[in-house]
């Protein structure tokens, strides 16, 4: 069984441009949530698809976006990049998110900014 | 405000011997309480988790243990082994509404056994 992964893995922008991250999860889950792995803050929670709807939102600003597809693979992307949004972005995947001991994480993709 | 907290970077504990790590919460709305590990480079792993209606959960050498009204849960590893050397996440979750359920991570404990 395949499991949540999450393209590209290392990644390199520099300030100002945007940048779309992967999450194709396992096969038959509907829920995919993105976190956020930073030094200082931790893993902080960015939102939740489910079957193609957001369905939760942290306290990010509106450069963080994401969408979910009808296969529920989900991309999302950050606008305007800044330095401090270097970081290992995770996404989860599970059934329903509920009740959320099901979540499996993917490796993380490390985004860079220069 | 950090509504979990685990307060020791990091233990070292000698192989054989009981891990325990440590985990604080704030959030009296929180339902269920998790523990990851995670080794670098990877994401992290489901460990163990426990409803806030029980007090403790066991999964073969992982037991967790949850006091309510502390507000306080801690993870026993016995026996502690090598191979458990890793960053352990503890985790809490909180229904959103709309039937989500959103994670809130301590910062970490960065546990290593030594052989």
């Known amino acids: 069984k395949a499991g949540v992964t999450q393209t590209p893995r290392y990644l390199i922008k520099t300030r100002g441009q945007q940048v779309t991250l992967s999450c194709s999860p396992i096969?038959?889950?509907?829920?995919v949530s993105w976190y956020q792995q930073t030094p200082g803050q931790g893993l902080q929670f960015l939102f939740e698809?489910?079957?193609?709807?957001?369905?939760n939102k942290g306290n990010f600003p509106g450069r963080f976006s994401g969408r979910q597809f009808s296969n529920s693979r989900s991309e999302m992307n950050v606008s305007t990049l800044e330095l401090g949004d270097s970081a290992l972005y995770l996404c989860a995947s599970s059934y329903s998110g509920t009740p959320p001991t099901g979540y499996t994480f993917g490796s993380g993709t490390r985004l860079t900014v220069v | 405000d950090q509504q979990v907290k685990q307060n020791s970077p990091s233990l070292s504990v000698q192989e054989g011997r009981i891990s325990i790590l440590n985990c604080d919460y704030t959030n009296s709305m929180f339902d269920y309480f998790l523990w990851y590990k995670k080794y670098p480079a990877e994401g992290p792993t489901f460990l163990i988790s426990i409803s806030s209606i029980k007090d403790k959960n066991e999964d073969g050498r992982f037991t967790v243990f949850l006091n309510k009204s502390a507000k306080h849960l801690s993870l026993h590893i016995v026996p502690s082994q090598p191979g458990d050397s890793a960053v352990y996440f503890c985790a809490a979750s909180a229904n959103s509404g709309a039937g989500s359920y959103q994670l809130t991570f301590g910062k970490g404990t960065k546990l290593s056994v030594i052989p």
């Open positions: 096969s038959g889950h509907r829920s």
């Open positions: 698809y489910f079957s193609e709807t957001q369905r």
